[in-house]
């Protein structure tokens, strides 16, 4: 004999409760959002040495 048959009513309900399971859905990946520009650098000062050695902006 199984346990479910020694149960009540109210008990075999609460154990078909406990017995399911949400499923999960799966997630779809976000699209990455690349800023390239500040990546390769194209945003920012560019510095270079002139004559004499020192810093200058280009």
Known sequence: MKLK???NADQLRHL???GKK???RNKQPK???VNWVNIMGMDR???GRGRGGA???K
Do not use: A, G, T
């Open 16 to 18: 078909e409760k406990m």
């Open 31 to 33: 699209e990455e959002h």
């Open 22 to 24: 949400k499923k999960k």
């Open 5 to 7: 048959d020694h149960l």
């Open 55 to 57: 810093l200058k902006r």
């Open 45 to 47: 000062d560019r510095y």
